[in-house]
């Protein structure tokens, strides 16, 4: 794929929903995430249905990839999905709790940061499944900084159960 269209840092923002219509708040979410200015989504992932991660009892998550071509710093892009978070009615809640959408920037280049509030690459990845397997649909050959290529991270396609489902 080619970047010509806009030129900026590739990043790959994480997305999840389990309520109110999942798959349309995904939806909604990548809509919103094109209107950053100075970036563009260049790429989406499958839709996958995903067993909720954590102690609470909820419902199954719908989750996806986006990368995307950005000129915003890290802190910058995170700002504008915090506030795309709160456009689309995410409200605080319990930590791995039930949310209307959820967004995390997962890798942004081949740069690290550890910022208050900001930690990039998203220290999550290896651990989750409904990261790895649209984030290997996307970009099977990346390379994520202090993990090592993505291909090389295994992935356990039964547990927690998840599918693709679009």
């Given at each position: 794929m080619t970047w010509k269209w806009c030129a900026g840092t590739r990043a790959f923002v994480?997305?999840?929903s389990n309520l109110d219509e999942p798959a349309r708040q995904i939806e909604a979410a990548i809509g919103r995430l094109q209107r950053i200015p100075g970036t563009r989504v260049g790429a989406r992932s499958s839709l996958y249905r995903s067993a909720p991660f954590g102690p609470i009892a909820q419902p199954d998550y719908?989750?996806?990839v986006v990368m995307l071509r950005t000129r915003?710093?890290?802190r910058e892009l995170l700002e504008q999905m915090q506030t795309i978070e709160r456009e689309l009615g995410r409200t605080a809640g319990?930590?791995?709790?039930?949310?209307?959408?959820?967004?995390?920037?997962?890798?942004?280049?081949?740069?690290?940061v550890e910022e208050d509030g900001l930690k990039?690459?998203?220290?999550?990845?290896?651990?989750?499944?409904?990261?790895l397997l649209p984030l290997s649909e996307l970009a099977p050959d990346l390379s994520i900084p202090g993990l090592g290529?993505?291909?090389?991270?295994?992935?356990?396609?039964?547990e927690p159960r998840?599918?693709?489902i679009a």
């Amino acid at each position: 794929m080619t970047w010509k269209w806009c030129a900026g840092t590739r990043a790959f923002v994480g997305l999840g929903s389990n309520l109110d219509e999942p798959a349309r708040q995904i939806e909604a979410a990548i809509g919103r995430l094109q209107r950053i200015p100075g970036t563009r989504v260049g790429a989406r992932s499958s839709l996958y249905r995903s067993a909720p991660f954590g102690p609470i009892a909820q419902p199954d998550y719908v989750n996806a990839v986006v990368m995307l071509r950005t000129r915003r710093t890290p802190r910058e892009l995170l700002e504008q999905m915090q506030t795309i978070e709160r456009e689309l009615g995410r409200t605080a809640g319990e930590r791995w709790g039930p949310r209307r959408i959820d967004l995390d920037l997962l890798v942004f280049g081949d740069e690290t940061v550890e910022e208050d509030g900001l930690k990039v690459p998203h220290p999550g990845i290896a651990e989750r499944n409904f990261v790895l397997l649209p984030l290997s649909e996307l970009a099977p050959d990346l390379s994520i900084p202090g993990l090592g290529r993505l291909a090389g991270i295994p992935v356990n396609h039964t547990e927690p159960r998840i599918e693709r489902i679009a």
